[in-house]
């Protein structure tokens, strides 16, 4: 990697150091002492370790199972089940440190609108913490808030003095501490400052919170300026660090986030845990010396250095270093070049995270998010000036400044500058088209002006809230283009109405997205009710039936549309849905021989929950069985055929998958998502473009030599960083791997060929061979840079061949000639069709040069012998042809120009429309309406023809929304 890596300009703040990600340092500059940011990363994790954590690496910013959150915005995410179900068997310690990749750009946690504009907000950062998972040592808050005191003023050297710290009004332990052992006065605030809970449900754990300040003022130290002023109210003070001390749970529902009524808590039962949160960047801020900014640390000035010197060699340099807005109207600009600088950077490395733990751009959910990031980073580029592809060229400054803390920035920084690329020209597209719309519309809108008052007005026209909302919700074109073009056409924009579809839409969008996964929003109470107080067993690897205990059972109230009841059993046979995978149905039968038809199973707190269709019959049964029959078992039983035909499926995607980076390469091809139902398979990929009929071919024939083989499907579990050593792959970057994972493996007996290595949680076949056969029916696009394959196997492939032969019988039989001469005869038959239409379009035009019109009717004698009228006969009117259409202008033109050239000082119009429904009374009446309100006259008639004049000329500004006005009223 180091000797890989791109050497860029280094910022003018730090021209004395070395920024190359894979060396660490820590200089002297000016007489201080600089510590990067890499540094910091890195004596930060060395700190804990040292002090008895363990150092978990980042996970994705996907959430792993949790569709409650649309990324992971924190570092305690990964650990939220742990706090949750303490009692849930895990493998890792209770003493975590972390350094986690965060994004907030969706939801609740969004901080993309002020990114640029504000020099503190960024909407991907680095979240250094360290936790202790219940139970957490007796001595919990004095360790954890000596080991925070330690690290930054031993490991990063800041000034002891300049640290202030603030403490729960009800936290008189944590205040003691900081007095006894730290001399310091902490001061006391409300829950809106220093208390924090995991949600507003019942049953979430939460605690007060002590937060730590650094203090940038320049009074003396020791002198009394700003002694009672609290940190969150004092501007010279920064947040710097939150330790956050988990000892409650509330058992009401919280009417806001910062609630504090003792009455509604009581301790935690599995004990209290730590969770530490300090944003890296922020920290780096104070460190450096330059906490005014975040875009002022080293790593961000390498980036904006780079960038500044990318988009000079293609647009004015002076733009790039202005502070103001340049004049030129061909490169307009909404803000200072800085900002674009800085929303292009934050966003560039937002992107490209994203991008590189497997999200690919989209129109719904996460992928959304994505595209709005992207396009928004161009934005900034298009109104610098930019009119070319250019964010791939900025990439190697994400792999300098990021690429040695996370290793898949470099993995897949191809996929990574295709995705960018291709986003970047499908908006580029999106930008002509937007402003082709606008322009068409101004031309053809009388605005909120009348036009009998000389087309013209003092006040100024506003574009349809609708249009504008549209032109951005379904095409994609940003507001701040809309606006930019709107004011140099002289229109103005209702924001307000903009604003409220806006908010209309985010609404149907939040409604859609908790339907998407309703059961993850059961209250916590009913979960309680639900689920034990440890993971359930999963029986469905080894059976398919199983004598099972009822754990719980739970129904929203207030859910009237789903009506589901969740159900938990122990053990489980039934697969939950997860790894693209669906879930298991079946059935659970009572002692009674009653049954409830199981619609499907789905993972809650690492636990498998059987879903059932609500009905009193069911619901009665189970409040039986929970009084009466609880010692007895209630058989489960899963529905077989769909469980092998699912099998089928998944085992043939993992062939598949291995199939795609064998013919198109390992390097380009990354799973981008999957499907494995009974019924099909379907796998999306990252490939920039579609592959050619001969790859198919060649995959498709390649899974089916594997399946023919006979190979066998084995499973074994193995120490996760074992297991990606071996080869394995990680199918789905959205899963959250245990230390210890299952591994599927196709390979030959000996071991010397292997087919595939996977980790992977589904169910398979045993051999191969069980898939046959094996077909692929669709090959498409799914976004920009993803591709989707469908396929079918076992007994739906079977169906689908036999119905194909079907049709090519049929198809035989109606062309007369045998099946295997179908191909031919059909291209006889394309070819035949198409030399018959070329013979009609050539009547076509003969008739229409032969063919002519009276001419018009009520115009002096001088006019009528000098113009003759070409017109097209109702047989030719209903025809596409281009040549006939084009003849009928030229004719229209003509008479048009003749009566100019006659009375050059007169606004002179002509109405045509097609015989079939324009008649010679309604062209005429037609005309004299218009001609009536625009105070002009009609002149002559004639056949769907008729022509008007007004009294004088018409400003040239103007004729082009007069026309566009003429035209609606016309066809009105």
Same mark, same amino acid.
């Given at each position: 990697? #180091?000797?890989?890596?791109?050497?860029?300009? &280094?910022?003018?703040? &730090?021209?004395?150091?070395?920024?190359?990600?894979?060396?660490?340092?820590?200089?002297?500059?000016?007489?201080?002492?600089?510590?990067?940011?890499?540094? @910091?990363?890195?004596?930060?994790?060395?700190?804990?370790?040292?002090?008895?954590?363990?150092?978990?690496?980042?996970?994705?910013?996907?959430?792993?199972?949790?569709?409650?959150?649309?990324?992971?915005?924190?570092?305690? %995410?990964?650990?939220?089940?742990?706090?949750?179900?303490?009692?849930?068997?895990?493998?890792?310690?209770?003493?975590?440190?972390?350094?986690?990749?965060? @994004?907030?750009?969706?939801?609740?946690?969004?901080?993309?609108?002020? %990114?640029?504009?504000?020099? #503190?907000?960024?909407?991907?950062?680095e979240m250094c913490g360290f936790f202790q998972l219940p139970p957490a040592s007796a001595d919990y808050k004095r360790e954890s808030i000596n080991l925070a005191m330690q690290f930054l003023t031993k490991e990063l050297r800041l000034d002891h003095r300049r640290i202030k710290v603030t403490v729960h009004e009800s936290d008189h332990e944590t205040k003691e501490i900081w007095a006894r052992d730290h001399g310091k006065r902490a001061y006391v605030c409300n829950s809106e400052h220093n208390f924090w809970s995991m949600g507003s449900e019942a049953g979430l754990p939460c605690g007060p919170c002590t937060e730590i300040y650094y203090d940038f003022s320049d009074h003396k130290l020791t002198g009394t300026a700003n002694k009672d002023v609290a940190p969150p109210d004092d501007e010279n003070c920064l947040e710097i660090w939150n330790l956050v001390f988990m000892q409650y749970k509330h058992h009401g529902l919280l009417r806001s986030s910062y609630d504090w009524e003792p009455s509604l808590w009581e301790k935690l039962d599995a004990g209290h845990c730590v969770d530490t949160g300090m944003g890296l960047e922020r920290l780096a801020s104070v460190v450096q010396g330059v906490h005014n900014s975040n875009f002022e640390i080293d790593s961000l000035q390498t980036m904006i250095s780079h960038t500044r010197s990318v988009l000079s060699s293609i647009i004015d340099k002076d733009i790039l270093y202005a502070d103001f807005n340049h004049p030129d109207h061909e490169r307009p600009l909404v803000h200072e070049a800085s900002t674009s600088l800085r929303i292009i950077v934050d966003h560039m490395r937002s992107a490209s995270v994203m991008i590189s733990d497997g999200l690919t751009a989209s129109a719904t959910g996460r992928g959304y998010v994505l595209r709005r990031i992207i396009r928004r980073m161009i934005l900034q580029t298009y109104l610098l000036g930019v009119r070319e592809p250019c964010l791939s060229q900025l990439y190697p400054s994400v792999l300098q400044t990021l690429g040695a803390a996370y290793p898949e920035l470099i993995e897949r920084q191809q996929t990574i500058c295709q995705l960018l690329t291709q986003e970047e020209n499908l908006f580029h597209k999106v930008i002509h088209h937007g402003v082709k719309v606008l322009n068409e519309y101004t031309e053809n809108s009388e605005g909120c002006t009348s036009i009998s008052n000389q087309l013209a007005s003092s006040n100024r026209p506003v574009l349809p809230p609708k249009l &504008?909302?549209?032109?951005?919700?379904?095409?994609?074109?940003?507001?701040?283009?809309?606006?930019?073009?709107?004011?140099?056409?002289?229109?103005?924009?209702?924001?307000?109405? %903009?604003?409220?579809?806006?908010?209309?839409?985010?609404? #149907?969008?939040?409604?859609?997205?908790?339907?998407?996964?309703?059961?993850?929003?059961?209250?916590?109470?009913?979960?309680?009710?639900?689920?034990?107080?440890?993971?359930?067993?999963?029986?469905?690897?080894?059976?398919?039936?199983?004598?099972?205990?009822?754990?719980?059972?739970?129904?929203?109230?207030?859910?009237?549309?789903?009506?589901?009841?969740?159900?938990? @059993?122990?053990?489980?046979?039934?697969?939950?849905?997860?790894?693209?995978?669906?879930?298991?149905?079946?059935?659970?039968?009572?002692?009674?021989?009653?049954?409830?038809?199981?619609?499907?199973? &789905?993972?809650?707190?690492?636990?498998?929950?059987?879903?059932?269709?609500?009905?009193?019959?069911?619901?009665?049964?189970?409040?039986?069985?929970?009084?009466?029959?609880?010692?007895?078992?209630?058989?489960? %039983?899963?529905?077989?055929?769909?469980?092998?035909?699912?099998?089928?499926?998944?085992?043939?995607?993992?062939?598949?998958?291995?199939?795609?980076?064998?013919?198109?390469?390992?390097?380009?091809?990354?799973?981008?998502?999957?499907y494995v139902g009974p019924d099909r398979l379907r796998f999306d990929f990252t490939f920039p473009n579609a592959p050619s009929k001969e790859q198919l071919q060649q995959i498709e024939k390649l899974v089916r030599a594997n399946i023919r083989q006979n190979f066998p499907v084995e499973t074994k579990l193995q120490p996760y960083d074992e297991a990606i050593a071996s080869g394995a792959l990680s199918l789905d970057s959205c899963e959250k791997y245990s230390d210890t994972v299952r591994v599927v493996e196709i390979a030959d007996e000996q071991k010397e060929r292997i087919v595939s290595r996977e980790l992977c949680g589904g169910t398979h076949v045993k051999h191969t061979s069980a898939i046959a056969p094996f077909i692929i029916v669709n090959e498409s696009s799914v976004a920009a840079g993803v591709r989707r394959i469908e396929a079918l196997t076992g007994e739906a492939a079977e169906k689908h061949i036999e119905e194909n032969l079907a049709r090519m019988q049929l198809l035989s039989g109606v062309l007369g000639s045998p099946v295997s001469e179908i191909e031919i005869a059909a291209k006889q038959l394309i070819a035949k069709k198409k030399a018959l239409e070329q013979q009609i379009a050539a009547l076509k035009e003969k008739i229409l040069l032969q063919s002519r019109e009276p001419p018009l009717c009520g115009l002096p004698p001088g006019e009528l012998e000098e113009m003759k009228i070409h017109v097209i006969r109702n047989e030719i009117e209903e025809t596409n042809d281009k040549k006939a259409k084009k003849a009928e202008t030229n004719n229209l033109k003509t008479i048009l120009q003749k009566l100019c050239k006659q009375d050059p000082h007169c606004t002179h119009i002509l109405l045509k429309g097609k015989t079939a429904i324009c008649t010679d009374s309604t062209a005429k009446e037609k005309l004299e309406k218009l001609m009536s309100f625009l105070g002009g006259s009609v002149r002559g008639s004639g056949k769907n023809f008729a022509i008007g004049q007004l009294p004088g000329p018409v400003d040239e500004s103007c004729v082009k929304r007069l026309t566009g006005w003429l035209r609606k009223k016309i066809l009105t």
């Open positions: 990697w #180091r000797a890989a890596a791109v050497s860029l300009p &280094v910022p003018s703040s &730090v021209r004395s150091v070395s920024l190359l990600s894979g060396h660490t340092m820590c200089k002297w500059m000016n007489g201080k002492r600089f510590i990067s940011t890499n540094m @910091i990363r890195e004596k930060f994790t060395d700190f804990f370790e040292e002090n008895g954590f363990s150092h978990l690496r980042s996970v994705s910013v996907i959430p792993a199972n949790d569709p409650t959150l649309l990324f992971t915005s924190a570092g305690m %995410v990964p650990f939220k089940e742990n706090i949750l179900n303490p009692h849930r068997e895990t493998s890792i310690n209770n003493r975590i440190t972390t350094v986690q990749k965060c @994004i907030r750009a969706g939801g609740k946690d969004c901080d993309l609108e002020n %990114v640029g504009t504000s020099r #503190r907000h960024l909407s991907f950062f &504008v909302f549209s032109l951005y919700d379904s095409m994609g074109f940003p507001m701040d283009l809309t606006s930019l073009y709107a004011k140099k056409l002289g229109y103005d924009i209702d924001f307000k109405a %903009v604003n409220q579809l806006l908010e209309e839409q985010r609404e #149907r969008g939040r409604q859609s997205w908790k339907n998407l996964c309703s059961f993850s929003f059961l209250r916590n109470d009913l979960r309680n009710s639900l689920l034990p107080g440890e993971e359930t067993t999963f029986s469905g690897y080894q059976r398919t039936r199983e004598h099972s205990k009822l754990i719980g059972y739970a129904r929203d109230d207030n859910d009237n549309e789903t009506q589901n009841i969740f159900i938990c @059993i122990d053990p489980c046979p039934f697969y939950a849905e997860g790894g693209g995978q669906i879930g298991d149905k079946g059935y659970l039968q009572f002692g009674t021989g009653e049954k409830i038809e199981i619609t499907k199973c &789905v993972k809650m707190n690492n636990s498998n929950i059987l879903v059932a269709k609500y009905s009193e019959q069911s619901w009665k049964r189970l409040e039986d069985y929970e009084r009466f029959g609880k010692p007895n078992f209630i058989q489960a %039983v899963v529905d077989e055929e769909t469980r092998q035909q699912a099998s089928q499926n998944h085992t043939a995607t993992h062939l598949l998958n291995s199939a795609l980076r064998k013919i198109l390469g390992d390097s380009i091809v990354h799973q981008a998502g999957s």
